[in-house]
Every structure is written in C-alpha cells, then in structure tokens.
C-alpha cells in the first residue's frame, strides 16, 4: 500500500509543475473556499485546471477502497503525526507547545499563524521544513527524539503533492494472520506508532522497537501484548493515544504465536 507507483510520481510531478504556475493566484484564494474546493474530492478523479486548482466537484463517499497510487490522510498520514508529534510534552492538544497541534486534520490544516501544510505546496509548508530540517536545533521532532524515517518523509511529501486531502479507505488486506511477516507487517507498525518514543534514539523503558532482537524479546516475555492490550500490571500504551486497532494487535500476537521470527 505505501508503494508510489510511476504513474502516481508522474502525476505528482504534473500537479508540482501545475502548482508552481498557480502560486501567484492560489495564494490570494481565502483560505475557506481554498480548503473547500479540496476537500470530499478522491484524488484519482480530481481534475485541475492550468491553475492547479481542483475543478471536480464530485462528493466523496465516506470510504473509497485503497488506491496503491493514492496516500491516505487517516490511515498513512495521521498515524505518524500521533506516534512522532502529538503527545504529551509536544504537540498533543494539551501541551501545544506553541500552539501546534498535530493530533488531528483539522489542527493540521489549520492556517492561522504559520502555514503548517500548504496543499500542493511542500516547500511552503512550515511542517515539511521542520522534518527535512538539517540544524539539529531545528529539526522536528526534537532532538534526541528519533526523526521520521525517509519512508515517512516520502508519504507526508508525496500527500501535500496530492492535494493534503483528508482522504481515507477502507483496508480490506493486511489483517491475514496465517503467516505473519516481521519486516511488511510488523515492524511498519512499530515504525509508525511507537517510533516516537521508542526509537534508537531514546528508547522509553529501555526499549527500541525499530530493533527486531528487542521487539521479539518484549513480544515473547509478554510485555509487549501485556501493554498493547492495556493489561493489568502494564503501562497503556502507545502512551497517550487510542489502542491499536484490532486488526494490528491481532498480527502482532499471531507473530509472537508463530515464534517471532526475523522473517
Ligand atoms: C508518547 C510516547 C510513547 C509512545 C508513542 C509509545 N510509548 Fe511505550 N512507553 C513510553 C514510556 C514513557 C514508557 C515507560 C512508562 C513507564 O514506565 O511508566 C513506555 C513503556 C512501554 C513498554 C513497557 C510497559 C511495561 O509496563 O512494562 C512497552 C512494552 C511499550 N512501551 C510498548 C510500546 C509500543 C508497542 C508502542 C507503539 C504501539 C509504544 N510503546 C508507544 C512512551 C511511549
């Protein structure tokens, strides 16, 4: 699901190019019915004009199937805002630390201060600055907390290029437990929900779960399940935010079942 197929590249291309020739006037569009315009159009059937700016006004259904081609607010996008950004001590609704909130698309999207996400604009938006940030006084999240990885990077660039629409799907594959795999089915989960706070950079508990030796060890003494599923005797996690879907935990105890292998 997260790979970027050639026409997908293409078409971004075509929108960066469009959106370069559109900037003058895009800018001067309010906000309002910019935003509008945008949302409740599925990308692949969006058509834009020599602006760039989306000319389908199609209504969305609520959930469309996955599109290989096409990146999902909520369900590639939003994760790695909660696991890396929008916790406690950062850019949770309670902390906000300055005024950011990274928890949901609404506070994303928001345009009042500074221009967090720009809709096909990723050099203008404030949020792509900061992850791609070379002074590590800069950079976000915050040293020593881990950066996104390149894969994480690539998704939120390629979804401003899309339009930063608060699309999603209904994934109807991946929850086939027979035989699990730790490098497609599990550790992108680790990688998206807990890297925030478990990665090599600062380990919680001790623990770096981009680290197979240390996730198959966790999972086979049972504090890994024991905490996914908020067991007694073990802090809730991924800390601060909702349980993992059914669908994850289900993987990650059929991997542990089937030995946890390196596989
Ligand atoms: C917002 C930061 C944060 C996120 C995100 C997070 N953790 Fe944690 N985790 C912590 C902290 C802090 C502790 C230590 C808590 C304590 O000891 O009170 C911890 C402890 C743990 C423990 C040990 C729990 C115990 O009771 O022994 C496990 C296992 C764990 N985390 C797994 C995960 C997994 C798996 C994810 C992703 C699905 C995740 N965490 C996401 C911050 C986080």
């Known amino acids: 699901m997260l790979h970027v197929s050639k026409s997908a590249l293409i078409l971004s291309l075509i929108l960066i190019c469009l959106g370069l020739v559109g900037i003058s006037c895009r800018t001067e569009?309010?906000?309002?019915?910019?935003?509008?315009?945008?949302?409740?159009?599925?990308?692949?059937?969006?058509?834009?004009?020599?602006?760039?700016?989306?000319?389908?006004?199609t209504t969305m259904e609520s959930e469309v199937a996955c599109d290989s081609t096409v990146i999902y607010f909520d369900q590639q996008i939003l994760p790695i805002f909660q696991g890396s950004c929008a916790y406690s001590g950062c850019h949770d609704a309670k902390t906000a630390q300055e005024g950011i909130i990274l928890d949901s698309y609404e506070n994303i999207m928001r345009r009042d201060e500074e221009d967090l996400i720009i809709p096909f604009n990723v050099e203008k938006s404030e949020v792509f600055e900061k992850i791609t940030e070379d002074d590590p006084d800069d950079i976000m999240p915050p040293l020593p907390n881990n950066p996104l990885s390149e894969g994480q990077i690539q998704l939120i660039r390629t979804w401003i290029e899309q339009g930063a629409e608060n699309v999603s799907c209904e994934v109807n594959t991946g929850c086939e437990t027979s035989d699990v795999s730790y490098s497609q089915q599990i550790a992108p989960i680790l990688d998206t929900k807990c890297r925030g706070c478990h990665g090599t950079n600062n380990p919680n508990a001790g623990l770096n779960l981009l680290d197979y030796g240390t996730v198959a060890s966790t999972g086979k003494s049972g504090r890994l399940m024991g905490?996914?599923?908020?067991?007694?005797?073990?802090?809730?996690?991924?800390?601060?935010?909702?349980?993992?879907?059914?669908?994850?935990?289900?993987?990650i105890q059929a991997w542990i079942d089937q030995g946890a292998l390196n596989n």
């Open 227 to 251: 905490a996914l599923n908020w067991s007694d005797g073990y802090v809730m996690m991924p800390q601060g935010m909702e349980k993992l879907p059914a669908c994850d935990l289900n993987l």
């Open 29 to 57: 569009i309010p906000f309002e019915e910019d935003f509008d315009d945008m949302v409740g159009n599925p990308v692949d059937t969006m058509m834009t004009d020599s602006t760039g700016v989306p000319t389908d006004t």
